[in-house]
């Protein structure tokens, strides 16, 4: 039997889903719940199971991430966010039972949420994957740099790999202008990782690669800042073919580039019209020339203070 519970703790939420294993007359029951999560400000994530067998002497847990116990109500470390199938075995003699259930563990709270999102029909791309792994660690820490040790937060692991149902052509083929683009893939982040984070606790940074379809003037990114469902959301629509973490020749990186302007966004900016700012973009008369790209632009000072009321930078 296959069953689905939300449960929220303080501000966090999982899903948790069953199976029970049954053994015939037996006298033994399994069960178990999730009794409490605590705040994820930092891994390991503490969890504490409830057990609630009936006619069992002895127990044997494994937890899906490596660590088995023995214990009756164990207290446990996870490192990583991410759904763990953890298994109680209950035993009186030869008599066993066991449940086992998909335990959700959320995203770290005020934490940038990173996804790679990838359309049915497509498979996942190493150049992206790993130009996401290398490029983001390096644009959480430019925004340090730029702030004076403060940035934002990643989750473990740093990028999520997430697989949608619809193909590239769903996600800006819609009623509508060419924005819904923006709502689509947030809304598909939102459906695919919900038990993973909580409103007002997690922003999203969203790699999408549909650039090609998406931008018919074939650039190697473009992106689209805002909020949905209270979320702080960034979304950079990548060309399959372009690795995040490659410089053009001139020493740039514009899919990063891009990324960090949308984080802007998600943090509450505005376009500048000042060339060497990350958030350049709000047309003329333009000022401060000539256009700097990252690593080389910069956050004005106008723009730290408001980044800096962020609750995701700390």
Same mark, same amino acid.
């Given at each position: 039997?296959?069953?689905?519970?939300?449960?929220?703790?303080?501000?966090?939420?999982?899903?948790?889903?069953?199976?029970?294993?049954?053994?015939?007359?037996s006298?033994?029951?399994?069960?178990?719940?999730?009794?409490?999560?605590d705040?994820?400000?930092?891994?390991?994530?503490?969890?504490?199971?409830?057990?609630?067998?009936?006619?069992?002497?002895?127990?044997?847990?494994?937890?899906?991430n490596?660590?088995?116990?023995?214990?009756?109500?164990?207290?446990?470390?996870?490192?990583?966010?991410?759904?763990?199938?953890?298994?109680?075995?209950?035993?009186?003699?030869?008599?066993?039972?066991?449940?086992?259930?998909?335990?959700?563990v959320?995203?770290?709270?005020?934490s940038?949420?990173?996804?790679?999102?990838i359309?049915?029909?497509?498979?996942?791309?190493?150049?992206?994957?790993?130009?996401?792994?290398?490029?983001?660690?390096?644009?959480?820490?430019?925004?340090?740099?730029?702030?004076?040790?403060?940035?934002?937060?990643?989750?473990?692991?740093a990028v999520?790999?997430?697989?949608?149902?619809?193909?590239?052509?769903?996600?800006?083929?819609?009623?509508?202008?060419?924005?819904?683009?923006f709502? #689509?893939?947030? @809304?598909? &982040?939102?459906s695919?990782?919900? +038990? =993973? $984070?909580?409103?007002?606790?997690?922003? %999203?940074l969203?790699?999408?690669?549909?650039?090609?379809?998406?931008?018919? #003037?074939?650039? @190697?990114? &473009?992106?689209?800042?805002?909020? +949905? =469902? $209270?979320?702080?959301?960034?979304?950079? %629509?990548?060309?399959?073919?372009?690795?995040?973490?490659?410089?053009?020749? #001139?020493?740039?990186?514009? &899919?990063?580039?891009?990324?960090?302007?949308?984080?802007?966004?998600?943090?509450?900016?505005?376009?500048?019209?000042?060339?060497?700012?990350?958030?350049?973009?709000?047309?003329?008369?333009?000022?401060?020339?000539?256009?700097l790209?990252?690593?080389?632009?910069?956050?004005?000072?106008?723009?730290?203070?408001?980044?800096?009321?962020?609750?995701?930078?700390?």
């Amino acid at each position: 039997m296959i069953r689905q519970l939300l449960i929220c703790f303080y501000l966090s939420c999982f899903i948790l889903s069953c199976k029970k294993e049954k053994t015939s007359a037996s006298s033994v029951t399994a069960k178990y719940f999730v009794k409490k999560i605590d705040p994820v400000d930092g891994y390991p994530v503490k969890v504490k199971f409830q057990n609630a067998s009936q006619g069992a002497t002895s127990y044997l847990w494994d937890f899906g991430n490596g660590t088995t116990t023995t214990l009756d109500n164990p207290e446990v470390d996870f490192y990583s966010s991410g759904s763990f199938n953890v298994k109680l075995l209950a035993r009186n003699g030869k008599d066993t039972n066991s449940v086992t259930w998909s335990v959700g563990v959320p995203y770290l709270k005020k934490s940038i949420a990173v996804l790679y999102l990838i359309p049915s029909g497509m498979t996942l791309d190493t150049g992206i994957y790993n130009g996401i792994i290398r490029g983001v660690p390096n644009l959480q820490q430019w925004y340090k740099n730029q702030l004076g040790g403060k940035t934002f937060k990643l989750n473990s692991p740093a990028v999520d790999t997430v697989h949608s149902q619809h193909d590239y052509e769903w996600f800006y083929k819609s009623p509508g202008s060419g924005g819904d683009i923006f709502q #689509n893939t947030a @809304a598909e &982040a939102y459906s695919l990782t919900q +038990y =993973k $984070f909580t409103q007002y606790e997690n922003a %999203f940074l969203i790699y999408l690669p549909v650039a090609t379809q998406f931008n018919p #003037n074939g650039d @190697a990114a &473009a992106g689209l800042g805002g909020v +949905y =469902k $209270f979320i702080p959301t960034a979304i950079l %629509f990548n060309d399959p073919t372009t690795a995040i973490s490659s410089r053009f020749s #001139n020493g740039f990186n514009y &899919a990063l580039h891009v990324s960090g302007h949308e984080l802007g966004h998600a943090f509450g900016l505005g376009h500048s019209n000042n060339l060497q700012s990350i958030m350049a973009s709000g047309g003329p008369p333009y000022v401060g020339g000539p256009q700097l790209y990252y690593p080389d632009c910069i956050l004005l000072e106008s723009q730290k203070q408001v980044v800096l009321q962020s609750p995701f930078i700390k």
